[in-house]
């Protein structure tokens, strides 16, 4: 077993490391392997990883990525993720990937596909459309036709198309992988002291650059460590942070978060990792089990369609309880359109259950974090004092 | 009785303070202020807890709640950490139980923090990010001019025609100064400028703060300096504020003292939590 600090360390590397070294080593070990990137917030990555391929996940280039040809491609009001995506792909750091995914989360991401194909006729790419409607003659007919186009293209990509089997046995996989997944989660609720959002972030970004098997061994290392380690509890306020889906806070924004005095009980950074709550089916029909997981089980989210206005919100309610939270802190990229829309929504409800929260903007390259850390700072003492 | 410590890592000078506290009565066990003279201020704040602790035969076991406030989250000992403008609020009130503003004016910056009369904080404002209105900036200038800190207000108040300074600009508030040298300005007109520049500023930020009741309380290092005192004095009367300037021999620890209460009342209520999840 190894200490956290080490596991840790190996995990802000791969975050750190915008030429992808992994990957491209994975890629290298056997001749014919094919790479496949995918933006935020989920993707079927059962059906990339039956067909052979590795799922890459690309979260934009961070606070370390200066931005010149991205910003070329877009307006001073759209958010920086899709920028540094382009400057990642032109800069030549995305040149291992042989087929792109973009899901359907706003506007900007679907324009960004289109792009792709124009700039990068070499790689495919695929906008991957999620159903609007959840009655599973209708939209579960509609996404399992999807994923069959998907799974269709990825067989022409990698020239191995993915059986039933393969993609059980997928399943198989990423079942235990969210199974561990939301034991870290868990556990960081039970004693968030012992596994910082900080160190969980990073844990949790790895598998964005791992095969999932490896992924899984890491976290469940990471849990064994965090769980055996011995570190002070603080009188914190415990708070769920919402609204960073897509483009990823700095790493330095999660730290001051808890350097001010919160601890983060709950978060949808990496939203991958957990779109499906539970187990998927094993048995039986995988795409259908893949569509109907999505149309039952998926996580929500402001980019999730939710038909029924009276539960718009209720999840986050719901999650405060469960988590045993004391505050929400709505942290959201600068122009991110579903997560800024669904904000005040969201916020009437935990209005109406007498939940405080406070909200603020980032971009994935903000540097000045003394606003942040005097805004969390605040609303830890507001808690911990008047609640 | 339960024994609690505040710990104020400033950008100048480490607060320290122990209080024993039982209910709405609190005593004062053991203080002190220690500069940090470019030395690591996580490192001194440490040392400087043991030593205040050793002074009154205490163990870092023994107290309750170790309660870190300004730049003190990273200290690793401690069981919570406030804001500096809650624990300043919270200690302004304590040693001055009519204020409803706490002035704090400290090494890097100003505030002005407005709370009611539970020591919540209501609204709060604070100079920009130019040094001129700091005490780092009176430091460097009392330096160029040759005078110990403690004689700077004393000095002041003898000023029979201040000019005033940029209270906008450290650089231009410098060269300010070295005019003034240049031409002969006496070094108590000087400070007296460099004072009453200050004083307008915090005096305009306590009024954005907005003051309708109750007294100004000077917090932070330089709530010492008696030059600034007086200088905030003429500064309220000239903004129309009706509120009183005032200030105590303790108002360096206004944000240890608030913390260390703070962490007593936290002791309390995480106690009493405990005691009804056993329940």
């Known amino acids: ?387 | 009785m339960t024994v609690t410590a505040g710990i104020d890592v400033g950008t100048g000078a480490i607060k320290v303070a122990v209080l024993d506290v039982a209910g709405e009565q609190a005593k004062v066990l053991a203080k002190r202020v220690e500069r940090v003279r470019q030395r690591d201020p996580l490192k001194l704040a440490a040392d400087t807890y043991d030593q205040v602790l050793a002074e009154i035969g205490l163990k870092r076991g023994d107290v309750a709640y170790a309660a870190t406030t300004g730049e003190g989250e990273a200290l690793a000992f401690h069981t919570g950490h406030f804001y500096s403008m809650t624990t300043h609020a919270r200690g302004a009130m304590w040693l001055c139980p009519e204020a409803r503003i706490a002035l704090d004016v400290g090494a890097l910056h100003g505030r002005a923090i407005r709370m009611d009369g539970r020591g919540k904080v209501l609204a709060y404002k604070m100079t920009s990010q130019c040094a001129s209105g700091s005490g780092q900036f009176l430091e460097n200038i009392a330096r160029y001019l040759g005078i110990a800190q403690d004689e700077i207000g004393a000095l002041s108040r003898q000023a029979d025609n201040p000019e005033r300074v940029s209270g906008i600009c450290a650089v231009l508030a410098e060269t300010d100064v070295i005019n003034m040298v240049s031409r002969g300005i006496s070094a108590a007109n000087i400070l007296k400028g460099i004072h009453l520049s200050m004083a307008d500023r915090l005096a305009k930020l306590v009024k954005t703060a907005g003051v309708a009741e109750g007294d100004i309380f000077m917090s932070g290092g330089l709530a010492l300096d008696s030059g600034l005192v007086a200088a905030m004095e003429e500064a309220a009367a000239k903004e129309k504020l009706k509120a009183r300037i005032r200030c105590n021999p303790d108002s360096i620890f206004a944000g240890a003292f608030g913390a260390a209460l703070w962490g007593a009342y936290r002791h309390d209520k995480l106690a009493r939590l405990a005691e009804r999840q056993a329940a």
């Open chain 1, 1 to 387: 077993m190894s200490d956290t600090a080490a596991i840790v360390a190996q995990c802000e590397a791969m975050f750190e490391d915008l030429s992808f070294t992994g990957v491209r080593a994975w890629k290298a070990a056997v001749p014919g392997r094919k790479v496949v990137g995918f933006m935020p917030f989920y993707v079927p990555r059962e059906l990339i990883h039956a067909a052979g391929a590795l799922p890459f996940g690309i979260l934009g280039g961070g606070d370390q990525l200066e931005v010149i040809h991205g910003d070329a491609y877009y307006q001073s009001y759209i958010c920086r993720i899709p920028r540094s995506t382009i400057e990642l792909a032109v800069t030549g750091k995305l040149d291992m990937v042989d087929a792109m995914l973009f899901p359907s989360i706003c506007d900007v991401i679907r324009n960004l596909s289109g792009m792709w194909k124009i700039m990068f006729p070499k790689v495919k790419a695929r906008y991957l459309d999620v159903p609007q409607n959840f009655r599973a003659d209708i939209g579960g007919t509609f996404y399992r036709g999807e994923l069959g186009e998907l799974r269709a293209m990825l067989a022409e990509l990698t020239g191995k198309p993915a059986t039933d089997d393969d993609l059980r046995a997928s399943i198989r996989a990423y079942n235990a992988n969210r199974r561990l997944v939301r034991e870290v989660y868990a556990f960081r609720a039970a004693e968030p002291w012992k596994a910082p959002s900080s160190e969980v972030y990073l844990v949790m970004r790895a598998g964005m650059v791992l095969p999932v098997e490896t992924h899984s061994k890491l976290l469940a290392d990471y849990l064994a460590a965090a769980k055996a380690s011995d570190r002070p509890k603080r009188d914190n306020s415990r708070i769920i942070v919402s609204g960073a889906f897509c483009e990823q806070p700095p790493l330095n924004l999660i730290k001051s978060i808890e350097l001010a005095g919160c601890y983060i009980v709950d978060d949808d950074f990496m939203l991958v990792n957990r779109w499906e709550q539970s187990d998927v089916a094993e048995q039986g029909d995988p795409l259908a089990a893949l569509a109907d997981s999505y149309l039952r089980d998926s996580a929500d989210t402001a980019a999730k369609y939710e038909p029924d206005q009276a539960r718009k919100g209720r999840y986050l309610v719901e999650l405060v309880k469960k988590r045993g939270a004391e505050g929400v802190i709505f942290a959201a990229p600068s122009f991110c359109d579903p997560a800024l829309l669904e904000r005040p929504m969201l916020q009437r409800v935990l209005a109406s259950h007498d939940i405080p929260y406070i909200a603020f903007k980032y971009a994935e390259n903000s540097g000045q974090m003394q606003p942040i850390r005097e805004q969390a700072g605040t609303f830890a003492d507001s808690i911990k004092l008047w609640s």
